[in-house]
């Protein structure tokens, strides 16, 4: 079975000087300071000891800046080990009573963890087609289908969806699961961990990897209402019962509780953003409208590998998806503004002098 699955492919990571890295969707700017002040706290005498097995004092702030109970709370090793134990304890589809397994649904062009995750744990699956212009109906949801997960913004795309249809969903759908992947939901979309207090079908997932600037500290939670995370928690102790460490803990619960710095570096992300899409406009790419820190796009008269390795070639990584509907695409980080003008220059330079059907 192992030699038959094909894992997630991670976007690159070289190390290579002078790189202009928009390709994976890390935040361009450090940390909060009291994040990192946080950590050096933490990196004591007591790292000879276990962490906290409940992450019990970071699951409070999160439930602090999120306005949910800290038992509404679940946390993990990045929000990829949190779905990884939600596609385990709660989106198998087994035990639904007789006849075939109903389906588990997500979008057709989504984050690609998600088919991986089915293939590993044996889940019977169906992909729900986007719209021509990359936006997801949910009222074309199959009714056979026993759960639904799709990120709010959606990956690699950045379309999202208002909060009012999601809730509508969890309503006229009360024995369905919905699971909402908010990875990216920081920089322009509604939340729907409000909706978790009155709705047990509803389960979000966030990270601290984007918005809070922590991707190398492997930081993820889910919220929903108790009954939900047991299964989580269940797993969880079945697997690992130490998955948060004593640095990435404290580093996770100053981060959640800095709001100065969280709003002043998501407004200048979506600044950014904006002029990123309006120079790729002005240079002819169709740019999809984006509430991530990513712009997804393409050029009419150039494949998307190619400018992709036209970029590579300038020491500028993007990401290209070798996808039916979407390998004419580039999905972009939002960087810099320097690194935003370095990368609008080369591009202007590669569609002036690169041969379109190269």
């Known amino acids: ?39 050096r706290a933490a990196a004591d005498e007591r790292l000879r000891l276990y962490p906290d097995p409940e992450s019990g004092a970071l699951r409070q702030a999160i439930g602090q800046a999120c306005g949910v109970p ?21 989106l198998d589809g087994k035990g639904k009573g007789p006849g075939e397994t109903p ?5 057709e062009i989504t984050y690609s963890f998600y088919p991986t995750y089915c293939r590993l744990y044996g889940i019977h699956y169906e992909c729900l087609r986007l719209e021509d212009d990359f936006s997801l109906d949910l009222q074309k949801i199959p009714a056979k289908a026993h759960a639904v997960i799709f990120p709010n913004p959606n990956a690699p795309t950045g379309r999202a969806l208002a909060r009012r249809d999601i809730e509508a969903l969890t309503t006229e759908r009360p024995d369905r699961l919905v699971v909402v992947d908010e990875a990216y939901v920081d920089f322009g979309a509604e939340s729907c961990v409000p909706l978790t207090l009155q709705h047990p079908n509803l389960l979000v997932t966030q990270s601290l990897s984007k918005s809070r600037a922590l991707a190398g500290l492997r930081v993820g939670f889910a919220i929903g209402q108790p009954a939900l995370l047991d299964a989580l928690n269940r797993i969880k102790n079945s697997f690992n019962s130490y998955p948060m460490d004593r640095l990435a803990a404290a580093g996770a619960a100053a981060a959640i509780l800095d709001t100065v710095w969280f709003e002043e570096n998501r407004a200048r992300i979506v600044r950014s953003r904006q002029t990123m899409a309006k120079g790729l406009s002005d240079l002819g790419f169709e740019v999809i409208p984006s509430h991530a820190n990513f712009v997804f796009t393409r050029h009419p008269r ?23 509907k979407i390998d004419h695409y580039l999905r972009i980080t939002v960087g810099t503004e320097d690194e935003i003008r370095r990368l609008l220059d080369a591009l202007t330079g590669i569609i002036s002098s690169v041969n379109p059907s190269a």
């Open 103 to 107: 389906p588990l649904v997500f979008p």
């Open 302 to 324: 150039f494949a998307g590998a190619v400018l992709a390795k036209a970029l590579r070639d300038q020491h500028i990584l993007v990401r290209h998806f070798a996808m039916p």
């Open 1 to 39: 079975m192992v030699r038959e699955l094909s894992p997630y492919t991670p976007g690159e990571q070289p190390n290579i000087p002078g790189l202009v890295k928009l390709n994976t969707n890390e935040n361009p700017y450090p940390p909060s300071s009291k994040a990192l002040a946080a950590i």
């Open 70 to 90: 800290a038992d509404h709370v679940f946390v993990g090793n990045g929000s990829d080990e949190v779905l990884a134990f939600v596609f385990q304890g709660l």
